[in-house]
């Protein structure tokens, strides 16, 4: 079962700031929290991950709590492109599988 | 270009045929994963792979089989024992280099209709 809990459906104004909340209230030490995002019938597309730090690159921003029991990933200006269904999955190290939740559907709406 | 290809993008069989979906990635990734997802859902674990010749049982792996014989390869057999195979089939792949952190990979997947 899915280790992580995020809000079902979330929609953002075209061009405005996309923050999509995640609780991963179990996560253990060790372990990264990982950001996919999957447009229809396509794999899903890695975003971004982080430990305990925060974490940007050139899609998007992570932001984890000091406690690290919950995380934020935010597009900084969203695009009709971005509507897609994100997935927020926590684990160690290692070659071990991902765990998928359903996921926050995000609708950005022009 | 590196990556994941998984084939055929949609595959009809007839009820009761067993049938094999291919992954291939040219990534040099130790370990490969299949997962199964249905509409509106989140993706399964089916099977996953650390290293050649080895396989483990996800949380789904009943009706279904793999192989690892190379290591760029994890082909995925749906046997006529799986009772609801009609889903989209996705296969990744990982590295556990230096950086132990690095994510999976994923191909476009499969989408297989029994008819």
């Known amino acids: 079962d899915a280790k992580t809990t995020q809000p079902t459906s979330m929609d953002c104004a075209e061009g405005r700031a996309a923050n999509l909340p995640c609780n991963h209230s179990t996560i253990s030490g060790n372990e990264y929290v990982y950001w996919y995002r999957q447009i229809h019938s396509q794999g899903p597309q890695y975003i971004i991950h982080?430990?305990?730090n925060n974490e940007t690159n050139e899609m998007a921003s992570l932001i984890i709590t000091e406690d690290r029991k919950s995380s934020t990933l935010i597009l900084p200006h969203a695009t009709l492109r971005d509507t897609a269904v994100y997935y927020c999955t926590q684990k160690n190290s290692g070659n071990t599988p991902l765990v998928f939740g359903k996921g926050t559907r995000l609708s950005v709406i022009a | 270009d590196g990556g994941i290809t998984q084939s055929p993008k949609y595959l009809f069989r007839k009820e009761g045929q067993n049938v094999t979906l291919s992954c291939e990635q040219n990534?040099?990734?130790?370990?490969m994963y299949w997962y199964r997802q249905d509409p509106g859902q989140g993706l399964r674990l089916i099977y996953y792979s650390q290293i050649v010749n080895d396989f483990q049982k996800g949380d789904i792996a009943e009706g279904y089989s793999v192989s690892r014989e190379k290591k760029e390869s994890f082909p995925l057999t749906v046997t006529s024992a799986q009772k609801n195979p009609t889903a989209f089939y996705l296969c990744?792949?990982?590295?556990?280099?230096?950086?132990?952190?690095?994510?999976?990979?994923f191909g476009d997947g499969t989408r297989l209709s029994i008819l």
């Open positions: 990744a792949s990982s590295i556990d280099g230096p950086a132990k952190n690095q994510p999976q990979h």
């Open positions: 990534l040099n990734h130790d370990a």
């Open positions: 982080g430990l305990k």
